[in-house]
Structure formats: structure tokens, C-alpha cells
């Protein structure tokens, strides 16, 4: 079978390798396709110390179950699954009490376990969800990222009826677009800089969509929110746009820190004034459990798959792909690899 292999710093090897053998508590998939993440792009510029060459990468996977380890229940051969890539210890002190978010001993499938960039591997079955049979390549590999935004959104338990501001216009601002429309939001301002991906935004739908190296993001807010916004849903992961953005806040209104941020960089806020407006500051890192809803919201077609997936490349262009994913920003949004091309 065929597997792109991460070597090191931008270098990705197409190997020809064995069929991994199945655990007893594992399951044999054969890879229908596999997302490429931001994730993935910081592991080939060599910024993920976690994922140690030469190894299989790739953790939004759709596949289809080829064969069953001894103890793997709940799927069969033959049905299309997703997975949840962390894998939890169990007996963790936190694992013990039932939060698994934090277990100590976390394992993540894409650099620890092999992961999806190859046509075949072995994943716990513990982590799979059945999908139906008509879900495509699509639907398929953004269940997963879907799954961080449905779990963000749990945490942040946004009331009905209050406004919302989402910075940035990648995948995942996209799909927080869809995700909130389809609450009860009464007012949704969306931000982004890249003018291919606003028309994509525009197509969803927003109260107000707003490039701010256009135009001034306060004067459009304030313009339909006078006091400011209920949420601010951060998607940039940058802290030049958060601080833009974060005094648009209303009294008592929440921020959650969504998009991952560079390690070493610090955000500068004025607790006085953090204290004056009563704001909550939240982040969420993908909770385990929310799968099954993740991929519900899919089924039930509230997420337009092919509206953010904008290219599916073969195994052997995947050093094109990781190329583009960060030089090609305005056309190419979410990429996947199919290993079957
Ligand atoms: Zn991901
Ligand atoms: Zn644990």
C-alpha cells in the first residue's frame, strides 16, 4: 500500500509499505480521504515536536472498515466511518474523574499513531462513528474539525437571540458561521482579509461581513450593535486581530480564544477595564464526546462541505498540497488527500 511518509522539514516520502497488522482492539480502514489541517502544515514546517519522523500524519479521516481486531464492537466491515483522533488513557487522575480533556497521558492520531495520509491504516475502535453511505469525501473529513467547533460552542452555551461577531473567514470560521446562523444569533458580523474568501462568507450569509484592512471594523459594528457584541468567536488564532476586535465587546459579553495562537505571543489587556465590563474570557480545546453530534450536524446538511473544500490532491502531490495550503490562501481553503487518485 501507499503512504506519505513525513521525513522532516518539508519533506514528505511516498513509500510503498506493508499492510499494518490489526490489534485486537483495533480496526482495519481503508482511507477514502483525509483532510489536510493547519495542524498538518505546522508538523511539515517542522514546529510539532510530538510528531517524530518518519511518520504517517494526517487526523481527519473518513474511511471505510476493511476488517476487525478481536474485541472491536460497534462497527462492521464494510461501514463508513469518521475518527475522533485523541485517544485517552482511562486511568489518568483526570481520565478517572471523567475529564477526559485533560488526561494526562493523551495520544493523537496524525503524529503520536500513525495517521491518514496512506490508503490503509489501524485505528482504536473506540474512536470510530458510523456515517451513512451517502456521505461524500466532503462531509466525510470535516467532521472532525466540525466536532472542535460543536464543542467550542457547548462550552461557550450562547443565549438565544444575541449577537455575534466571528473573526476570520477560514474553514473553521466558515463552518462557525454555519454552526451559528443555525442557532438562534439575531446578529452575526463576520471578519476576514482575503477578499476570495469573503464572497464564501457572503454566500452563507452575515449580518455584516467586514475586511478591516478595508474599512473600520468598530464603525460596522457599533452601526448595528451599539453597545457592542454578546460573543466574539475568535478563528485567526491572531492576536493583532483579536485586540482589534476585543474592546467591540459588550458589557458582559463573552470572548472565546478559538483559533491557536503562536506560543510565544502575548495579548496585552487592561484588567481595569476587564473588571469594568464584566467580560468572560474562554478557550476551548476539543473536549472528547462531541463527535456523534458532529456528525449528525453533518447528516443533517447543515454544513456545505463543498463550499469549503476547495481541492482534493492525490497522495503523491501532498508536498503540493501542504505548498498551497499556506502560498495559495485566497482559492484554496480546506484540502483533502485522496489516497485512491
Ligand atoms: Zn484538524
Ligand atoms: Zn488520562
Not at 499492510?19 to 482495519?28: A, D, I, R, T, W
Not at 461581513?209 to 478595508?214: Q, T
Not at 473588571?275 to 472528547?288: G, L
Request: charged letters at 25%.
Amino acid at each position: 500500500m501507499k503512504s506519505a511518509v513525513f521525513m522532516g522539514k518539508h519533506r514528505m516520502e511516498i513509500q510503498e509499505r506493508p499492510m499494518p497488522e490489526v490489534k485486537s482492539n483495533e480496526v482495519l480502514l481503508k482511507v477514502i480521504g483525509c483532510g489536510v489541517c493547519g495542524t498538518d502544515a505546522h508538523i511539515y514546517e517542522g514546529e510539532i515536536k510530538d510528531a517524530v519522523p518518519p511518520v504517517v500524519i494526517g487526523h481527519e479521516i473518513f474511511g471505510e472498515v476493511q476488517d476487525l481486531g478481536q474485541e472491536a464492537t460497534g462497527v462492521e466491515v464494510g461501514d463508513r466511518v469518521v475518527l475522533d483522533p485523541f485517544v485517552f488513557c482511562n486511568h489518568c487522575d483526570f481520565c478517572k474523574v471523567g475529564e477526559f480533556r485533560f488526561c494526562l497521558n493523551e495520544r493523537f492520531i496524525g503524529y503520536h499513531r500513525t495517521g491518514g495520509f496512506t490508503q490503509y491504516t489501524t485505528v482504536p475502535f473506540t474512536n470510530l462513528y458510523r456515517v451513512p453511505k451517502t456521505m461524500t469525501l466532503k462531509q466525510g473529513i470535516l467532521c472532525e474539525p466540525l466536532s472542535t467547533v460543536i464543542a467550542a460552542y457547548s462550552r461557550l452555551q450562547p443565549e438565544a437571540g444575541k449577537s455575534f461577531l466571528i473573526l476570520g473567514e477560514g474553514a473553521l470560521g466558515l463552518i462557525w458561521n454555519q454552526v451559528i446562523r443555525n442557532s438562534l444569533a439575531v446578529t452575526v458580523i463576520q471578519t476576514g482579509i482575503i477578499p476570495e474568501r469573503l464572497t464564501k462568507v457572503e454566500k452563507l450569509g452575515a449580518d455584516r461581513i467586514v475586511n478591516p484592512l478595508e474599512e473600520n471594523l468598530e464603525k460596522a459594528v457599533y452601526d448595528l450593535c451599539p453597545h457592542g457584541v454578546d460573543y466574539i468567536v475568535d478563528c485567526t488564532g491572531s492576536t493583532k486581530a483579536i485586540t482589534a476586535a476585543l474592546p467591540l465587546i459588550k458589557r458582559g459579553g463573552t470572548f472565546l480564544s478559538f483559533g491557536v495562537c503562536p506560543e510565544h505571543e502575548r495579548l496585552s489587556l487592561s484588567l481595569y477595564w476587564l473588571y469594568r465590563k464584566q467580560i468572560k474570557i474562554m478557550s476551548s480545546r476539543r473536549p472528547p464526546k462531541e463527535f456523534q453530534r458532529s456528525v449528525d450536524f453533518m447528516v443533517k446538511g447543515f454544513i456545505d462541505a463543498d463550499l469549503i473544500v476547495t481541492g482534493v490532491f492525490p497522495l503523491n502531490e501532498i508536498e503540493q498540497a501542504f505548498e498551497r495550503f499556506s502560498t495559495d490562501r485566497a482559492t484554496q481553503i480546506k484540502m483533502a488527500i485522496d489516497p485512491w487518485l
